[in-house]
């Protein structure tokens, strides 16, 4: 993964912001993030129903951390909820903000950069904020819809820091740290918001579905369509064709086609190796069998 342009320990962050419309201000974002020395922006996308924007970023720990408070700096002077209308849930203009461990890191790391990061938000914002997943302070809010429930309008608990109030138009920040995951939405010919939220109940963990699968049903009014909007959180146990077989299981059953897919932000290449096989009925599949992976091995 690393080539000599990048430094290890390795860490990853994917922050999701509350603004999926206006193009200047995902990039004055991505920009923000973008200039901090050693950082790498892999990938910016937008969604003007969801009204959220997702940035992708690599760097060492100290660089990924400044990465992500220059960037939330920026989404807490531009971003206005009280403004802010989308399909998706949200509690702060810079929403969710998890660190993930790459090459030479651990998930401990994560845990203290995730830590660091959430005061040093409070002390130069004034925006409160959450911790989840393995940063979570108890257990009961390690899940991020626990700490997101109520959203900006009516937040059902309190910030781990600061608050309790929350920021009047920059709401709380949501900081984590996790394991890689995928962020995949599959996208049904039907308009009928109802079919994608009993596929989307149908399948999730939460509702006694496939373990390591959250999922909601969100309308696409640009589209014309509806969502079953998913995170896979393991997908080496619940794979990504599994899930993606289940939910085309479950819309044929309602007499609903899929009409595309989607993945937001990056997706480990296993999942797709995985994915390949299964669908090629490859009985002799191995990673071995790919040409980049066998070429790495003799490096």
């Given at each position: 993964m690393a080539g000599p342009l990048i430094a290890s320990p390795l860490i990853e962050c994917v922050a999701n912001f509350s603004e999926g419309r206006d193009r200047a201000t995902v990039d004055a974002i991505v920009s923000a993030v973008g200039s901090v020395a050693g950082v790498l922006v892999l990938r910016s996308e937008m969604d003007t129903d969801h009204n959220r924007s997702v940035i992708t970023f690599v760097g060492p720990p100290d660089a990924v951390a400044e990465g992500a408070l220059r960037?939330?700096?920026?989404?807490?002077?531009?971003?206005?909820?009280?403004?802010?209308?989308?399909?998706?849930?949200?509690?702060g203009a810079a929403d969710v903000v998890p660190f993930v461990p790459l090459e030479g890191a651990m998930?401990?790391?994560?845990?203290?950069?995730?830590?660091?990061t959430g005061e040093e938000v409070w002390r130069r914002f004034q925006v409160p904020v959450y911790f989840y997943e393995a940063a979570a302070l108890s257990p009961d809010r390690r899940p991020l819809e626990n700490s997101r429930r109520g959203?900006?309008?009516n937040p059902a608990?309190?910030?781990?820091?600061?608050?309790?109030?929350?920021?009047p138009s920059a709401g709380a920040c949501i900081i984590g740290a996790r394991k890689l995951l995928i962020a995949f939405n599959v996208n049904l010919k039907t308009d009928d918001l109802q079919v994608a939220r009993e596929i989307a109940r149908k399948i999730r963990a939460s509702s006694g579905g496939m373990p390591f699968?959250?999922?909601l049903g969100l309308p696409l009014a640009k589209l014309g369509l509806v969502q079953v909007s998913m995170n896979l959180t393991d997908f080496e146990q619940t794979p990504l064709h599994v899930v993606f077989d289940a939910v085309v299981r479950e819309a044929a059953a309602r007499g609903v086609e899929i009409a595309g897919s989607e993945i937001i932000g990056l997706i480990p290449k296993k999942a797709l190796e995985d994915a390949a096989a299964h669908y090629l009925q490859c009985e002799n599949f191995e990673s071995g069998l790919v040409l980049e992976n066998r070429l790495r091995a003799l490096e």
């Open positions: 960037g939330i700096g920026i989404a807490v002077e531009r971003i206005d909820l009280r403004k802010h209308a989308g399909v998706h849930p949200r509690m998930l401990a790391d994560c845990v203290a950069i995730a830590r660091r959203g900006f309008e608990i309190a910030p781990d820091i600061g608050g309790p109030k929350l920021h699968v959250k999922a």
